[in-house]
């Protein structure tokens, strides 16, 4: 099985900063890779799939990289709606998560 | 787009049994491929089944495996998950979710609580 590996687990971050987060897989995966956001108490929310194709409505600010087995996620010009939990996912297999925190 | 509701979970002791059901709405749901996820309290999300559009193919996390079974019906739009033999460690947040041709998982429901404790 593949296993996906994020990091950091979690990073503290104020508005305005770019954030960079890291998804690494086991194997390559070509760019069969997505991107969810999840605030506290709700569902996980898809924001990118296939490594770098934003979907409709999700903001301009978040975009994705990679291919292979290294892939990122970076938020640009961090918001405060943006501090949440974000989790890289490969067919069955989720990351460990990333917590944003506010410095 | 298809909005997802689950329902059914609740407190049940260790050994019990369960069945969570996943109302769709808003689409045609025979349409979707489907999951359960789960997320236990504070912790990252885990898969936990996957049933095909008609019901015909079927996966499961090792750690349900042979305790958990998912089928759907698309005539009442909707998805279920029977659940024995449940552990203490089987307790989260179970979420439906639809799977798209890419493999991400587009919509969600908000998620049911299942509370496995004596």
């Known amino acids: 099985d593949i296993q996906m590996t994020q990091s950091p687990s979690s990073l503290s971050a104020s508005v305005g900063d770019r954030v960079t987060i890291t998804c690494r897989a086991s194997?390559?995966?070509?760019?069969?890779l997505s991107w969810y956001q999840q605030k506290s108490g709700k569902a996980p929310k898809l924001l990118i799939y296939a490594a770098s194709t934003l979907r409709s409505g999700v903001p301009s600010r978040f975009s994705g990289s990679g291919s292979g087995t290294d892939f990122t996620l970076t938020i640009s010009g961090l918001q405060p709606e943006d501090f949440a939990t974000y989790y890289c996912q490969h067919n069955y297999s989720f990351g460990g998560g990333t917590k944003v925190e506010i410095k | 787009e298809v909005q997802l509701v689950e329902s059914g979970g609740g407190l049940v002791q260790p050994g019990g049994s369960l069945r969570l059901s996943c109302a769709a709405s808003?689409?045609?749901?025979?349409?979707?491929?489907v999951n359960w996820v789960r997320q236990a309290p504070g912790k990252g999300l885990e898969w936990v089944s996957y049933i095909s559009s008609s019901g015909g193919t079927i996966y499961y996390a090792d750690s349900v495996k042979g305790r958990f079974t998912i089928s759907r019906d698309n005539a009442k739009n909707s998805l279920y998950l029977q659940m024995n033999s449940l552990r203490a460690e089987d307790s989260a947040v179970y979420y439906c979710?639809?799977?798209?041709?890419?493999?991400?998982?587009?919509?969600w429901g908000q998620g049911t609580l299942v509370t496995v404790s004596s």
């Open positions: 194997q390559s995966i070509s760019s069969y």
């Open positions: 979710a639809t799977e798209d041709w890419a493999s991400s998982f587009d919509y």
């Open positions: 808003g689409s045609t749901f025979s349409d979707y491929e």
